[in-house]
């Protein structure tokens, strides 16, 4: 492409009397921000099933995934049956055996962690900049830590999985497959791909769309909007195959979104207003404006600090290069870090709009896309500013100003993250560990009894955790009644007993 060739075609070359001390510096602050996800990932390790979980365990485990999605799809009288992949991947899930679900969740945060990591790789080579892997590392885990730690309801949206396949699963087969989408596209500037590569990212997409609205709704708007730029922006050979792999891309992603817009849940669905087309627009902008504005009001330091560790970065790598950037190129990176807030505004209206059409201001868990845009957004601006703040030139004996910036990305990708893991450890542990230890024993207790024969179960009630419903008085309440299947029994009763009487009440009869 013009632009992309124009600004990053030459490499960078590193004065090699700073590199191992550069290198040593991000290694270091590389590890803590893994640390972090580290941390987010063992929390897994306590999730259990809760509210949707019984149903759909008890929904895939009857037939293959792949069919309980197609009767649910076909039915359509089920909550959320027009999305398709989540109960798939559910079903996946429960293949695994024993300790699926907390298997899945550590694995989820994993393999976004590596997907993050592995989309900063793709995106510095595409650009033609040459700086180790532990660059890629620290940059990726940063935008996990960072959006991890502003996350909205973050048990709903990761320790739940009956809302983390709906919500934060798209994000992470969406950041491979972009990943995986950009290796593509920088391969195709010097040769044709492989004729596979397309149908296999069709595909890809097609199965990503079918997680939720939001994500594809996103997705489709993103695209978009890529496909223009190239088409205006884009030189020919390198045109037309970037053009080949957004149109394959934007097909899966109108056909999973059609998919779902046109199921038997959506054609059957009873609304007493159907909101109008410039009232969704209208709405989904005001939305993402307040979520914005909030977010910076309430986050304020987790905000600013997101901008600071790249901008530093940036800034401190240049200082031991030799690139120079024209005036030309100074101009149209001021273009992007003006476009650049204005463009994360449509995306995150786009991902709001289904919300604002079925329900109004999206729930928390829906809101997780949104905050990973907006993470996005703040780091490429403070990468940016760091690459125009290179005029700042250090001259001999105004070493201290590197020093100091040295020492504050020390303090920002070091200290700041081992702090934020200390207090997600500390905030979270003790409630997961012993929530879950309660739960490991209720159902050792309704095992025992279900083996005796009993089919009309009373339990001890727990309470409701980040407004999700636990089981209920009411023997028929949906809750109850997945539950009551998913153990093989007729009816479960939760009642409620006092707190210092539960262990002794589940641990009678071992």
């Known amino acids: 492409m013009k632009l992309a060739g124009n600004l990053f075609e030459m490499q960078f070359e590193i004065k090699n009397y700073r590199k191992p001390f550069f290198h040593t510096i991000i290694g270091i602050c590389a ?14 390790i306590y999730s259990r099933y809760i509210a949707d ?11 293959s995934p792949i069919s309980a999605v197609v009767e649910r799809y076909q039915a359509g ?26 298997i899945t969740i550590v694995s989820m945060v994993i393999i976004w962690t590596v997907g993050l990591a592995w989309s900063a790789y793709e995106l510095r080579k595409l650009l033609g900049i040459n700086w180790t892997n532990s660059m890629d590392w620290f940059l990726g885990a940063a935008l996990g830590v960072f959006s991890l730690l502003q996350a909205p309801n973050l048990f709903q949206i990761i320790y739940w999985r009956s809302s983390m396949m709906t919500h934060f699963a798209p994000l992470v087969f969406g950041t491979l497959l972009l990943a995986f989408w950009i290796r593509q596209a920088r391969h195709s500037i010097s040769q044709p791909l492989f004729w596979m590569t397309y149908p296999l990212i069709f595909v890809a997409t097609f199965i990503i769309a079918g997680f939720s609205e939001p994500p594809i709704t996103t997705m489709v708007t993103g695209l978009s909007l890529i496909m223009l730029a190239v088409w205006v922006w ?61 977010s910076i009001r309430v986050f304020p330091i987790p905000s600013l600090v997101s901008a600071l560790i790249p901008a530093l970065l940036i800034w401190l790598y240049l200082q031991t290069t030799t690139l120079e950037f024209s005036r030309t190129q100074k101009r149209f990176l001021w273009m992007i870090v003006f476009f650049a807030p204005f463009l994360m505004w449509i995306l995150i209206a786009a991902g ?32 940016l500013f760091g690459i125009l703040a290179q005029d700042f030139k250090l001259r001999s004996g105004r070493s201290y100003v590197q020093s100091f910036a040295v020492v504050l990305l020390l303090v920002l990708g070091l200290i700041y993250p081992l702090r934020a893991a200390v207090t997600v450890y500390e905030n979270n542990y003790n ?20 083996d005796l024969g009993e089919k009309d179960l009373i339990i001890p009630a727990f309470s409701g955790v980040y407004k999700i419903k636990e089981l209920d008085l009411n023997p028929d309440h949906w809750t109850n009644r997945c539950a009551a299947q998913y153990y093989g029994v007729d009816t479960i009763q939760a009642v409620s007993v006092p707190d210092d009487y539960i262990l002794e009440y589940l641990s009678e009869q071992k």
């Open 431 to 450: 409630e997961y560990r012993s929530r879950a230890a309660l739960w490991d024993l209720r159902d050792a207790y309704i095992i025992r009894h279900a």
């Open 352 to 383: 709001f709009s289904p919300s604002v059409y079925g329900q109004g201001f999206p729930v928390e868990r829906m809101r997780f896309l949104a905050r990973t845009i907006m993470t996005v957004t703040i780091m490429l601006e403070g990468a």
């Open 77 to 102: 009288d089920w909550r959320a049956a027009n999305r398709y992949s989540n109960l798939l991947f559910v079903g996946f899930s429960e293949l695994i055996g024993g300790n699926n679900m907390q």
């Open 31 to 44: 590890f803590a921000m893994l640390s972090v996800m580290g941390v987010y990932s063992y929390l897994g």
């Open 53 to 63: 979980d019984y149903c759909e365990a008890v929904r895939v485990t009857r037939s």
């Open 234 to 294: 884009g030189a020919a050979p390198v045109k037309q195959r970037f053009l080949a792999l957004l149109a394959w891309t934007f097909t899966g992603a109108i056909l999973g979104l059609m998919a779902l817009v046109f199921s038997p849940a959506n054609v059957n669905l009873e609304k007493d207003v159907i909101p109008g087309v410039l009232d969704i627009l209208r709405d989904s902008f005001l939305y993402s404006y307040i979520f914005i504005a909030d």
